[in-house]
């Protein structure tokens, strides 16, 4: 009898903990019904790439000038706990880590950190969506005047990594090519083509190739 007891609680106890860990899954951009308000901070929902969509995207793609290579490893990340208490969220999601690097004359002249966090999430069955980080370009932040006309409060100028949103699209395929995508940032350009922070004048928009066509790497 003691012994049937200890069985009981010991089912209870891995039932409980099940419970406990086990989310209820969503997809990004369909129908999933009503959800509560809180359902991004309940840590109870996760968003998983149930049609493998993220697949098509992993990978190493390049783009190539010159004697330069610009490549970008996308690995997909399942089910990682997104966490930003700042802002009150809690949550789980399976998206794409980015890493890159820059080849001069066939010698690596930069490589970026392994991140195991996604930066980027499905938009559709085509398109990613997110950031990227430019580890080549910092900023740190700069106080504006309190009548200043958009009432931003801070520029971004000059020590924290910059994070510009990113949009990296599926084309269609050629079947005599190797698979292609458009990799796209958003740097928020002003009428003359710089980015309107100060600190940049004078300097390169960004370090990061942008709106090129990449390759496929077999």
Not at 121 to 129: A, D, P
Not at 178 to 207: C, D
Request: charged share 20%; aromatic share 12%; net charge positive.
């Amino acid at each position: 009898m003691k012994k049937l007891y200890i069985k009981i609680i010991i089912v209870n106890v891995l039932f409980f903990t099940i419970m406990i860990k086990s989310q209820t899954v969503i997809v990004r951009g369909e129908n999933n019904g009503t959800l509560p308000d809180n359902f991004l901070s309940s840590g109870q929902y996760y968003y998983k790439d149930v049609n493998n969509y993220l697949d098509s995207f992993t990978g190493t793609w390049e783009y190539v000038t010159g004697n330069e290579k610009f490549q970008i490893i996308l690995t997909k990340v399942v089910k990682y706990h997104t966490i930003l208490s700042k802002i009150n969220l809690n949550f789980y999601e399976d998206g794409i880590s980015v890493k890159y690097k820059k080849i001069i004359n066939g010698i690596i002249s930069f490589e970026s950190p392994v991140v195991n966090e996604p930066s980027l999430t499905r938009s559709n069955g085509t398109k990613l969506e997110g950031y990227m980080t430019d580890y080549g370009r910092v900023t740190v932040d700069k106080k504006l005047p309190l009548d200043h006309i958009l009432k931003l409060g801070v520029l971004r100028q000059g020590g924290d990594y910059f994070h510009p949103s990113c949009t990296i699209e599926r084309l269609p395929l050629n079947l005599s090519e190797p698979p292609k995508i458009k990799f796209s940032l958003s740097l928020r350009q002003s009428i003359g083509g710089e980015y309107k922070n100060p600190a940049y004048n004078g300097l390169p928009t960004f370090s990061i190739p942008n709106n090129i066509i990449m390759t496929k790497v077999p």
